[in-house]
């Protein structure tokens, strides 16, 4: 396989595409990025990487981030997540209030805003600083020590960050919170501002790809772990758009407001998009065309 071929082909089809769809603007920060950019890149299990396009441009994570927090509860044994938070598509918003009640403080899923909140109280518990830990994470398995939270995107979405409060404490109200809600918010909202290229998260998800290893060959996940993640980014990790983007692209992914999608081929590689125009769920609309493409060009996908 050629994999510049692959992706300079993607690009040449979903060009129309590019700018489609809205840029996020509940957060002031995010309004403002051009909705032109277009990046997307591959990296393969055994460390070759490709890219095109605007791949080595950083932007906003996002909920991208929260693959991470999980991956990282999980390596550090913690399991007894899944007492206090479900592994159910949601068929809601992200960011849905109506549901977290409905279901008694425990989210439906991770990757829902609720569901993340309780991730990154745990990690809270289990390292002391969720940020300091993911960060650690994303600069080894990328080799990009300059990966940072981008403090601008961090402040305006934390004087903007009602809803996320509010879903914080429902879910302390049910009492399942541990540490303070301020406490979670600030470690939830700094991980959200990360600040990563196509070509970082390429390769800070190839341990998806290998089931679970990590860039030295030691294992972050095992490869049961691997799978439920990979599973659990199938069935939740678009948010109401999950069968829509199975049914198009079919392959674990997360997506994240700043317009980035994270999808992973099993045994083969991991690939980042990037598109900042959203669709009405909250996934990258040229992102979506992107993988779908991709899927239907190289015949990779899990089905
Ligand atoms: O908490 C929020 O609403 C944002 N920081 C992240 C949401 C997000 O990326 C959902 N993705 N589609």
Redesign the pocket.
């Known amino acids: 396989m050629d994999y510049q071929e692959v992706l300079d082909t993607v690009r040449e089809k979903v060009t129309p595409l590019i700018g489609c769809g809205r840029v996020a603007q509940y957060?002031p920060a995010l309004a403002t990025v051009d909705a032109s950019r277009f990046g997307m890149a591959l990296a393969t299990a055994d460390g070759e990487v490709h890219g095109v396009g605007d791949w080595q441009h950083p932007f906003s994570i996002?909920?991208l981030s929260k693959v991470f927090s999980l991956a990282l509860v999980l390596d550090r044994g913690g399991d007894q997540v899944w007492r206090r938070v479900g592994r159910e598509p949601s068929g809601s918003p992200?960011?849905s209030l109506h549901q977290l009640e409905r279901d008694r403080g425990i989210p439906r899923n991770p990757f829902l805003?609720a569901g993340a909140l309780v991730v990154v109280d745990h990690l809270v518990s289990l390292t002391g600083d969720p940020t300091r830990a993911v960060l650690d994470l994303l600069r080894a398995e990328t080799g990009n020590v300059d990966i940072k939270v981008d403090d601008d995107v961090a402040k305006s979405?934390a004087h903007h960050r009602h809803r996320?409060a509010a879903l914080a404490h429902l879910i302390a109200s049910y009492d399942n919170l541990t540490n303070p809600v301020e406490v979670v918010l600030d470690q939830y909202t700094a991980l959200?501002a990360i600040v990563m290229s196509c070509d970082d998260l390429a390769r800070a998800g190839r341990f998806l790809a290998r089931h679970g290893r990590r860039r030295d060959g030691t294992r972050l996940l095992s490869r049961s772990n691997a799978k439920r993640l990979n599973a659990t980014m199938l069935t939740c990790g678009t948010?109401d758009s999950a069968g829509e983007f199975a049914y198009r692209v079919g392959l674990p992914a997360k997506?994240?407001?700043?317009g980035g999608i994270l999808a992973v081929v099993p045994n083969r590689c991991a690939v980042a998009v990037w598109g900042p125009g959203l669709d009405k769920s909250?996934?990258s609309c040229a992102g979506l065309a992107a993988l779908d493409t991709f899927t239907t060009v190289t015949g990779w996908s899990v089905f």
């Open positions: 957060i996002q909920s992200f960011n805003n979405e996320n959200c948010y997506s994240g407001v700043g909250g996934n």
